[in-house]
């Protein structure tokens, strides 16, 4: 539990912390550490975004409930912003800038002059422009600056009882939606129920639904491809088309983060 403490000791000389909670493994755990060092004193913030689905914000506010700290949501519409709408390879950065300056102002009413979140050092290795947004309104990343890598993370999650220490990643609905086609309330919708649904007829925890101008191209792990049989299929193209896809693929390469990505830009 050395690195427990280590990451406990990184607040104990703050007086007062914000920190910026989504429903995932990282962010619990630095508010866990956050709270054992500061008690009421640390604050977590959920941002209601509308893009983030309903099953992270209900594990945020389960997670905080385990913990015992106190929950603020920040509501707003990622969805006015055009900059985050016209989905070009800076999505993620015109996000953060827009969480950074909300969560700022919302520290500044509760004198609070740190706000953290829960990037580790495994995010350093992606195509992350969210990050340099967040650094750039001065953000820090505890779970950097103490070292953490994910497996760690997890390993502390569990050791002191988080329901979210075996929680697969997830990422805000957009990021299933190519660069370059813009993003839709309608889209969003579908892309959540398509995955809802996807869950509970496979039983899998780890699901993307891509929004692939209207296609529904599925990805999980790999080795759970097989599971997809000719009436799963059935079943699946069926629902999927019922919520407004006009057709269903499984993508046969199985899930990895940010393939998405790589997708060429096709016009909307």
């Known amino acids: 539990m050395s690195k427990l403490n280590n990451l406990v000791e990184w ?11 989504s429903g995932g493994v990282d962010s619990a755990v630095v508010a866990y550490a956050a709270f054992q060092a500061l008690g009421s004193s640390a604050i977590a913030v959920t941002a209601d975004y509308k893009t983030l689905s309903q099953e992270e914000l209900l594990s945020a506010k389960q997670v905080c409930s385990e913990i015992g700290i106190e929950q603020m949501i920040l509501d707003y519409s990622e969805l006015e912003n055009e900059d985050f709408v016209k989905n070009d ?91 370059g ?50 009436n799963i299929v059935n079943q699946l193209s069926e629902k999927l088309k019922l919520i407004g896809f006009t057709s269903v693929e499984i993508d046969k390469e199985g899930y990895r983060p940010g393939k998405i990505n790589v997708i060429s830009n096709w016009s909307t």
């Open 181 to 230: 086609q813009r993003v839709t309330a309608e889209r969003l919708t579908r892309i959540e129920l398509g995955e809802t649904l996807v869950k509970q007829i496979t039983n899998l925890k780890q699901v993307r639904v891509r929004d692939i101008q209207g296609c529904a191209k599925i990805e999980v792990d790999k080795e759970k491809i097989s599971i997809f049989d000719e």
């Open 11 to 21: 607040f104990a000389d703050k007086n007062k912390v914000m920190i910026a909670l």
């Open 89 to 179: 390879s800076n999505r993620c950065f015109h996000c953060r800038m827009e969480l950074g300056d909300h969560l700022i102002k919302l520290a500044k009413t509760h004198n609070v002059k740190i706000i953290v979140d829960g990037t580790n050092l495994d995010d350093l290795g992606d195509y992350r422009p969210g990050i340099q947004a967040l650094k750039e309104n001065g953000i820090r990343s505890p779970l950097v600056e103490t070292k953490f890598f994910k497996s760690e993370i997890r390993d502390i999650a569990k050791s002191v009882g988080l329901s979210v220490h075996d929680r697969p990643a997830n990422s805000c609905l957009a990021s299933r939606i190519p660069w």
